[in-house]
Every structure is written in C-alpha cells, then in structure tokens.
C-alpha cells in the first residue's frame, strides 16, 4: 500500500470528482456501442466498472451520479424499445436490477477506498512506533551481543576442555594403540614376504602372490582407519552436527579399544539393534562419551576376579529416542551413584574425575539424558539417550 499506488492517489476536487463520473460513464457507453469489440451483448460490465471507478475516485456523490447516469444509458440504449423514453413495463425489473447492482459495487468500491486508506494512516502511525521500537531494539541487541560473546566463550571453554579430556585420554591409551596399529603393521610386512617369496620362485605363483598383496592392501587399511579414527579424537574446532549411526560409532570405539580390553582380559560383547534410526550429532562427541564409558568399564574390572566381560546396548528407547548401554562386571558403583557425575569426582588413583561430567554436558548438549544403575550379578550399567533426527528436528 505505497503511496506510489496509482490506485490510492489522493482524491480529485469535488468538481473533477464528478466529472470522472461522468467520463466514465461516457467512456462505458462509446465502448458498448463500439462494433468493432463486440460488446453491444455485455453493456452491464461495463457500466459497472464506471461505477467502480467513479465511487473509487470520487467517493459516493460521485459514484451515485455515475449509477444515475448509467441507469438513464442503459434504460435509452439497451432496454426495448431501443433509444427512446417511452414506458417499458416489460423491462422494468431489469433496469431495477441494474440499478441495485451499481448501487451495491458502487458502495462496495467507496467502502473499501475508505477501509485503505484507514490502513494506510495506519500504517503511517504504525512508522512512528516502529522507529520508536528500533532504537530501543537497538540498545537490547548491543546487550544480546554482549550475552552471545559470553555464550560463545563459555562453548568454546567447553569445547577446549573436552578435546584435553579426550587427549588426554589418548594419552593414557598410548600403548594399546601403539599395538594395535603395529598388528596390521606386521601382518602388512609378513605379507609382503610371502609374496616376495611366491615371485622369486623358479616358477613364479602369480595367484599366491596376489592373495599376498591383497592381505597387505587389507592390513594397510585397517591401519590407516585406526589412525583416522585416533586422529579425530584429536581434533580440534567447534561441533560439527550431522547424521549419525550409533551402531557405526560403537564398532569403530570397539575397534579402537580392543587392544585396552585385551591388556586386561576384558572380552566386548555387542548386542546392536538393526534399522536403528540415525541421530543428529557431533561424531566425535558421541565417541568421546562411548569412550569414557567403556574405559570406565575396563578400569572397573581390573582388579576383579572371575569374567570380566563388557557389553554394549544399542535400542529404541522411549519417545522414539535411541539408547545405549555401557555395562561391565566390575566393583559396582559407590554409594552414592550420582556423585559420580559431579567434576572433580573420582574413584581412579590417577583420575580426574572430569570424564563422566563431560559426558553427561556431552549427551545433554544433544538433547538426550545419562544416568547410572547397578548391574546384575555385579557391576555398573550406564545408560544413554540419544533423539533420533525426527525428533530433534521438531
């Protein structure tokens, strides 16, 4: 509703208010009467518009002249006997219809002229306000730009400290994933003896030596995803949200462990739900907390007698949300189970008491929930929550 409108420019004087009226009743009845358009059948439309645009223009005044004028046209020219005055009984209703039509547009198109331009004084009051608002919204965005610098630095504070806790972690992991990249390593290079060996021969076995390359190609890229998977854990920048597999994270951290576990005679046992929905995540935060858990649970059971077994638990949960279970045969929890969650708190020699509080900021972040409960026989079960992408879209 711009003032550039052609159709809301201020109204004419009354004079030219009228003679628009006129005009376009004029200009209604040569057009009728036109042979070349062929609209001697539809002269009502076109009387009407003139009405329209006289009452639009003009106002009421105006637009009843033009239905006047219309009426008196249409009662000479079209209604029979054709251009004359004379009484026509048999057309009467016709010309009645006529009449209460242009009055009804008529009054119509004045009514909403006038409903327009209450909008747009409206709207001009509505300026006012807003520039009044602006100034005002400007001094709250200075003070929301404050609170978001604030926000930022405390998520890249937590960003920060959960890449130390993580590297630390590896650090303490140093050894298991020193032996589990050398496996591949040597398998990698006894392979390539033998094939070698299958070449040098008199008669050189082909079909030997390219099983042999094979195994090496195989060897090598095991140890390459070990030390990609090991190098995100070490990376730093801000979360990344994606699509997640839960069960692709729990096989690359079982992968990743195997060695730790074996060190102290902990078997894994996975139980993965199929078609488990994906979840909206960073990666690397996912593998952080599974990490923990599961180091958690290989800490717990090394100084305990009998099997010594960690399980892992992937399912839907409630409210269409993925579950994951971490649980070991260990010492159990203390009594007081959610002290365990709280920074600082540790029950490890050398730990800092920091792993299980970031977890716990971790899975939050993501919307989910951790918790702690005892395992039967014996042991700990800890157990998390995840929203799948649908529900974390909503």
């Known amino acids: 509703m711009s003032r550039s409108n052609p159709l809301l420019w201020p109204k004419p004087p009354v004079i030219w208010s009228y003679g628009i009226a006129a005009l376009s009743v004029a200009a209604a009845l040569i057009l009728s009467q036109w042979p070349a358009l062929h609209l001697q059948d539809a002269p009502v ?3 009407l518009c003139a009405v329209i645009l006289s009452a639009w223009f003009g106002g009421v005044g105006p637009g009843l002249l033009a239905t006047a004028l219309s009426a008196l046209a249409f009662y000479y020219y079209f209604l029979p006997p054709i251009h004359s005055l004379d009484a026509k009984p048999g057309e009467i ?36 306000t807003v520039l009044e608002l602006q100034s005002t919204n400007e001094a709250l965005q200075a003070e929301s730009l404050e609170r978001k610098r604030a926000e930022e630095a ?3 504070a937590q960003a920060d ?14 050894a298991s994933l020193a032996h589990e990249v050398n496996q591949p390593i040597a398998a990698a290079v006894t392979n390539a003896n033998t094939c070698l060996r299958w070449l040098t021969r008199d008669q050189p076995d082909l079909e030997e030596a390219r099983a042999a390359a094979m195994r090496i190609v195989k060897d090598g890229t095991r140890a390459a995803e070990i030390i990609k998977r090991t190098r995100l854990l070490f990376k730093k920048g801000a979360p990344q949200r994606e699509l997640v597999d839960v069960n692709e994270v729990i096989r690359e951290m079982t992968v990743l462990l195997r060695s730790e576990a074996a060190r102290y005679k902990v078997s894994v046992r996975t139980d993965l739900a199929k078609d488990l929905p994906q979840v909206m995540g960073d990666r690397v935060q996912l593998q952080q907390v599974l990490m923990n858990l599961m180091l958690n649970g290989i800490e717990a059971m090394k100084e305990v007698e009998g099997t010594r077994e960690l399980g892992i638990k992937s399912e839907r949960g409630e409210n269409e949300q993925v579950q994951l ?5 260990g010492v159990g929890l203390p009594q007081q189970a959610e002290q365990i969650f709280k920074a600082f708190f540790t029950t490890k020699q050398q730990g800092t008491g920091m792993g299980l509080s970031i977890s716990r900021s971790i899975v939050e972040l993501h919307g989910g929930r951790l918790w702690a409960g005892e395992n039967s026989p014996r042991g700990a079960s800890f157990y998390f929550t995840l929203p799948t992408n649908a529900e974390a879209d909503e």
């Open 45 to 47: 439309s076109l009387f």
């Open 93 to 128: 209703p016709r010309l009645i219809i006529f009449t209460v039509s242009a009055l009804f547009v008529g009054s119509l198109s004045a009514a909403q002229r006038s409903a327009m331009e209450s909008l747009r004084r409206a709207r001009d009051d509505l300026k006012g």
């Open 154 to 156: 405390l998520s890249q």
């Open 161 to 174: 400290l959960s890449r130390v806790s993580r590297v630390t972690t590896m650090g303490e992991l140093t």
């Open 325 to 329: 279970t971490v649980s070991d045969t």
